[in-house]
């Protein structure tokens, strides 16, 4: 086999890139990022008015309802994505929520909710990409985790889980998927100054947590991003079941 001619440009040129969560935070912003390198975008959201917003400024774009916790939805709308473009290269799974306690006052149903939405969520949105990117010979899925999916941190107990989960789940699909052409990795940032980041984060508990980063900072949206157009590019041929960690350092302590 001859060796890959590497674009350093990491274009997405024709590519079609579903992304969950697109309507606000890291999903948007990936969204949009993608799209400057050439990527057409169906942007999923359980808020439609938000997806198709994002889409109407990305050209070709267009949004999608879903609850990805919802197998039925899931499939409607991955239906729809292909009715409308034909194909999905790209899967990027960045629907989230965290519902934060102190573990013996943790409520069964924020466990359920934060399971649903970001373990399940993410499987069902795999699974239901996968089969077509097995169809189809290729593909790249991108699921986001977190920095805790590498450590313990104090009321996440859910939210832990979670994400350790998605690091879990994404590691055997790309044990399964890779000798079939499809690539799977996770993507694990620290505190992202979305605006839910910063309302969340903006307050002395958030000052005491950056002292803990060796950066001395929280993440911005676009670093995510610019994790993820690598990931998705021709260039990260070789990058399977990584978790790339954008911390600033945190979790290597």
Known sequence: MSEPKVDFDFRLDGKVALVTGAASGIGAAIAAAYSTKGATIAAVDL???GAAELAAGLPGSRGFACNVSDPDDVTRAVDAVIAEFGRIDVL?????VARLAP???LSLSDWDTTIAINLKGTFLMCQAVGRHMLAADGGVIVNMASQAATVALDQHVAYC??????????KVLATEWAPRGIRVN?????????????KAWDNPKGDALKKLIPTGRFAY?????????????DAAAMVNGADLVVDGGYTIK
């Not at 990027?92 to 989230?96: D, P």
């Not at 889980?161 to 994404?170: D, I, M, P, R």
């Not at 949206?221 to 590019?233: G, N, Q, T, V």
């Open 103 to 105: 573990a013996e006052d």
């Open 186 to 198: 996770t993507i694990s940032p620290t505190v992202v100054l979305t605006d839910l980041g910063v």
């Open 221 to 233: 949206p676009d670093e995510i991003a610019a994790a993820a157009i690598f990931l998705a590019s």
């Open 92 to 96: 990027v799974n960045s629907a989230g």
């Open 161 to 170: 889980a979670s994400k350790f989960g998605v690091v879990g789940l994404t």
């Open 47 to 49: 808020n439609e008015a």
